[in-house]
């Protein structure tokens, strides 16, 4: 059970979250869109504290570092998990039962995010909404064949990035609230060290 659901929320983060950071710029036409772009496409890094409302009404908090290129760490208050890539390789630990799962960067959607060369081919702007103080982008996946996408909430004033909502379809959703947003502030390397993290005897880490 513990390892589905570890499967399960690197599925719904690292395939739908990270959609949000790297969109090239010509997806947008107006002021506000170019201005949710600018923000998206301006930091070499992202911080932030976080509270993850899942469909059932369970509620998770946690942390979320991105380093560019390539590397991000995500850990959860509440269960066990730790996801963790170094810029090469990307791991899923379980510190309860310290198990790792490993995957290979060329071969997961989180490559296409992680990297400044990514192609507006490959993403579908679903909707723009803008409601007084308030900037909501909803994007897709083109190559997902499901009905999922990612609705990211922009504050236009001050502007802030302020939550995430990811719809599995138009009814399941996981919504992330962002506390403490903090971009560009220089982070530990050791931070993204997965064999610092590597749960496992010595003896048994051959990869």
Known sequence: MIIVYNKFVFRILFTNLFIIIFIHKTCF????QERVLNFLQSFDTLNAEFIQ?????????????ISRPGKTRI????????L???????????????SITFYNLADIPVSLFLYKNFEKKDIEIVG????????????RHKKR???????IAF?????????????QNPTNKIEVL?????????????????????????VFRNN
């Open 29 to 32: 036409g107006n002021a506000n």
């Open 53 to 65: 409302i899942n469909n059932n009404g369970e509620i998770l908090s946690g942390q979320i570092l």
């Open 75 to 82: 850990h959860y208050n509440e269960i066990p998990l730790l």
């Open 84 to 98: 963790i890539s170094d810029g090469k390789k990307f791991a899923s630990i379980n510190k309860k039962i310290k």
């Open 128 to 139: 723009l909404y803008e409601k007084e103080n308030q900037i909501k982008i909803r994007i």
């Open 145 to 151: 064949q499901d009905e999922s996408f990612l609705e």
């Open 155 to 167: 504050e236009k004033n001050p502007f802030l990035m302020k939550k995430w909502t990811i719809f």
């Open 178 to 202: 962002l506390n403490t947003l903090v971009v560009d502030e220089k982070n530990s390397i050791s931070s993204f060290d997965i064999d610092k993290e590597d749960p496992r005897p010595k």
